[in-house]
């Protein structure tokens, strides 16, 4: 038998850079997906609209993949292959997040409807695209992580998403400077230079797959058929790890749309931060305070990689020792601006996807080494009950804080075992289709409960939304513009308050029920793997109770 040459994936530098190049469109993606959370009270005052409009925009962002595109996209992805599908559905997030910039700004019309309209469809668009790109960036970290370190591969992929989440929340007011459209132009930017970066990664696809089919031991895709479909969904350890995955995401991303609002009204947290509590960076405030989440990002990379690429355990010691101790100096450093940041509604909640960034590769790191990643996905659940009745039932600032936290933790804890888990379950021809129809079930719990908590939230606050549109109708005969009407009605809510806060306890309870479905159904995973062998609870690399039976009967044969 032929040797086995060696192949760009087998250069450590290459995968990590490759990592990087696909990491700027999951990057780009998450930041317009979450960035209008930092916003939500600016578009209520500056644009006229209402939560219920609020989760209706947000919620656009799920109907074509509600009704399937991502399955599309998923079969496209294993027929077309890595590279035509990126472009095709990058340039489609692309569209759609500069359609939604244009609607923003008023290009059509200032009317609000048209604004509306425009933003939707913009959203629509973006969305058919987003999810698709995220299936794409796991299946071409299966393509060149597979039997490395794919958990952790996964998981810092995943952080660069988190990380664009949580700037997108802090940084959107002060890049906007108190206006709406242009918080939303950079946001759109930022896809168009990920979009750029997948193309510069073409270049060592096409390479690799050069090398690829040089390579006798490489087996040759199969052409996509409907059966296979059929095998998926009636896969029970499939099942169940697509439906964790609806019920987990649908407890967390519509809450983080939410989450600063629920900050301001419940804790009384402020909005605007004070000139002192920002940190400048060549002239820029924006620049200076994402600084600090990159900062954050890095520490949170050097605590897994630094130590790993070391093989002395006295080495690995000292160079962790040497990270955390330059990590507490980093905090102390920032203990008063930290200390303003923890007051104010839009940064306290990116501890959320803050959470994650800080440990999703250090799980990532632990599933690799150690396995357990059905147990860890069971506690992720646990975490997620915690932090939503702690931020629901309870009025304790320090209650919420460490809710807030222990959701940032979950939702690092059951993505970073939840994904490679998949890579277990489906053959890697097939990750498109699979992660495709894991993606679309997801939206549509996303789709219900994006919608569903602006909905409830007007609907438990009928006195709030009355005296809302009351005292816009009142500025608006004053003859004020936009802009002015949105700081007096800031004042009127957040100062002098004699517009009542929004209560969130109905709407954030409603999450609390998906945390124990999510529980019940890690459970259950962790129960079928037993009986179906695909070895969730092993390290990556292991084999498996059912390969190792497979190969013990190819030997017989």
């Given at each position: 038998m032929e040797a086995i040459k060696k192949t760009l994936k087998d250069s450590a530098g290459l995968r990590w850079l490759v990592l990087i190049l696909i990491s700027g469109l999951t990057f780009g993606t998450y930041w317009f997906q979450d960035f209008f959370s930092g916003i939500k009270p600016l578009m209520i005052t500056e644009l006229g609209i209402t939560s219920s409009q609020f989760g209706t925009l947000i919620q656009w962002t799920t109907w074509a993949n509600v009704f399937g595109m991502i399955i599309i996209g998923g079969i496209i992805l294993d027929n077309w292959g890595i590279r035509r599908t990126g472009i095709v559905f990058g340039s489609l997030a692309t569209l759609g997040a500069a359609l939604t910039a244009m609607g923003a700004a008023g290009t059509f019309s200032d009317d609000l409807d048209t604004q509306m309209w425009t933003m939707m469809i913009g959203r629509l668009l973006f969305g058919s695209g987003l999810e698709v790109v995220c299936v794409i960036a796991m299946r071409t970290i299966v393509k060149w992580f597979k039997g490395y370190e794919l958990a952790l591969a996964m998981a810092i992929n995943m952080g660069f998403g988190r990380l664009g989440s949580t700037l997108g929340q802090a940084l959107s007011i002060d890049i906007g400077g108190g206006v709406v459209s242009p918080s939303v132009n950079f946001a759109a930017t930022l896809i168009g230079i990920g979009l750029l970066m997948f193309l510069i990664y073409i270049m060592f696809d096409v390479k690799l797959d050069r090398q690829l089919k040089g390579n006798v031991a490489t087996e040759e895709d199969e052409p996509f058929r409907f059966s296979d479909l059929v095998k998926l969904i009636t896969n029970r350890s499939f099942i169940l790890i697509a439906l964790l995955c609806v019920t987990f995401y649908s407890a967390v991303f519509p809450f983080m749309q939410y989450a600063p609002d629920l900050l301001i009204h419940k804790f009384n947290f402020t909005y605007d931060l004070p000139e002192r509590a920002t940190i400048e960076f060549f002239g820029s405030k924006a620049l200076g305070n994402a600084s600090v989440y990159i900062a954050l990002f890095i520490f949170a990379l050097a605590v897994t990689l630094v130590p790993g690429r070391i093989k002395s355990r006295r080495g690995k010691t000292v160079s962790l020792i040497i990270v955390l101790v330059l990590f507490v100096v980093f905090i102390y450093s920032l203990s008063d601006t930290f200390g303003m940041w923890l007051r104010n509604g839009?940064?306290?909640?990116?501890?959320?996807?803050?959470?994650?960034?800080?440990?999703?590769?250090?799980?990532?790191?632990?599933?690799?080494?150690?396995?357990?990643?059905?147990?860890?996905?069971?506690?992720?659940?646990?975490?997620?009950?915690?932090?939503?009745?702690?931020?629901?039932?309870?009025?304790?600032?320090?209650?919420?804080?460490?809710?807030?936290?222990?959701?940032?933790?979950?939702?690092?804890?059951?993505?970073?075992?939840?994904?490679?888990?998949?890579?277990?379950?489906?053959?890697?021809?097939?990750?498109?289709?699979?992660?495709?129809?894991?993606?679309?079930?997801?939206?549509?719990?996303?789709?219900?409960?994006?919608?569903?908590?602006?909905?409830?939230?007007?609907?438990?606050?009928?006195?709030?939304?009355?005296?809302?549109?009351?005292?816009?109708?009142?500025?608006?005969?004053?003859?004020?513009?936009?802009?002015?009407?949105?700081?007096?009605?800031?004042?009127?809510?957040?100062?002098?308050?004699?517009?009542?806060?929004?209560?969130?306890?109905?709407?954030?309870?409603?999450?609390?029920?998906?945390?124990?479905?999510?529980?019940?159904?890690?459970?259950?995973?962790?129960?079928?793997?037993?009986?179906?062998?695909?070895g969730l609870e092993l390290p990556s690399g292991a084999e498996s109770p059912r390969e190792k039976e497979a190969r013990e009967r190819a030997n017989v044969e």
């Open positions: 839009p940064k306290t909640a990116s501890l959320i996807p803050l959470g994650s960034i800080l440990f999703t590769p250090i799980f990532g790191k632990i599933v690799d080494n150690k396995g357990r990643a059905a147990s860890l996905m069971i506690l992720g659940a646990f975490l997620l009950i915690f932090a939503h009745l702690t931020l629901s039932v309870f009025d304790n600032v320090v209650l919420g804080y460490l809710g807030l936290l222990s959701l940032g933790i979950a939702f690092s804890l059951v993505p970073a075992a939840m994904w490679p888990s998949v890579s277990k379950i489906v053959a890697e021809n097939r990750l498109g289709t699979a992660y495709a129809t894991m993606f679309t079930v997801q939206n549509w719990g996303l789709n219900l409960f994006f919608w569903g908590i602006g909905w409830s939230l007007d609907k438990v606050n009928p006195d709030v939304v009355a005296r809302l549109e009351s005292a816009r109708n009142d500025l608006e005969k004053q003859g004020l513009s936009n802009i002015e009407i949105s700081d007096k009605l800031r004042h009127m809510q957040f100062v002098t308050q004699e517009i009542p806060s929004f209560d969130y306890t109905i709407p954030i309870l409603m999450l609390v029920g998906l945390g124990v479905i999510a529980m019940f159904l890690a459970f259950m995973l962790k129960r079928a793997d037993r009986k179906q062998g695909y």
